[in-house]
């Protein structure tokens, strides 16, 4: 798993993606996940500008790939209230998985991405996630979503 309750962050307080991405960066580099969070907030930020992430049913994928990492981290956030995510008229968004990716691991990262986009398409899932109290009941959730290694 590429995630643990430190980083999952149950009811998140920005009100726009780049809030969001910089809040989620914030956790990430807390966490002793991202060396540096300036340069990871940047490319999370211009990559989400670039191409949208949004796997429909209120799921986003920001993402952002930085040398130096040695592993794929996941920090998770869910938003109170589904917001404005992408262009004018597309979806919103509610949970917000934000993948920090070794540069040099393009490989582990596909694999994660189509484990979200699995996690996408299970309602019930999703459903568990939204109304999950707390970080741990997120990740008991997460947990049950498998990713080829």
């Known amino acids: 798993m590429f995630t643990r309750a430190a980083l999952i962050v149950p009811a998140l307080t920005g009100k726009d993606p780049a809030a ?5 960066s914030q956790v ?3 966490e002793g996940c991202i060396p540096e969070v300036l ?3 940047h490319s999370a930020l211009n990559q989400e500008l670039l191409s949208g992430s949004s796997l429909g049913s209120g799921v986003v994928v920001p993402h952002a790939r930085l ?4 592993s794929i981290h996941l920090a998770v956030g869910r938003a109170p209230e589904p917001l404005s995510w992408g262009p004018k008229g ?3 968004a509610d949970l917000v998985f934000l993948l ?3 540069a040099t691991d393009a490989a582990a990262y596909l694999h994660v991405l189509a484990s979200l986009a699995r996690l996408g398409q299970q309602p019930d ?3 568990a996630i939204r109304r999950a109290p707390d970080a741990e009941a997120i990740l008991a959730v997460l947990e049950q979503v498998s990713v080829r290694q």
Request: proline fraction near 8%; charged fraction near 20%.
């Open 100 to 102: 920090a990716v070794p």
């Open 67 to 70: 040398s130096g990492l040695k």
């Open 125 to 127: 899932r999703l459903e």
């Open 28 to 30: 990430l580099h807390h």
């Open 90 to 92: 597309a979806p919103k």
């Open 20 to 24: 969001i991405i910089n809040e989620l």
């Open 39 to 41: 340069a990871f907030y």
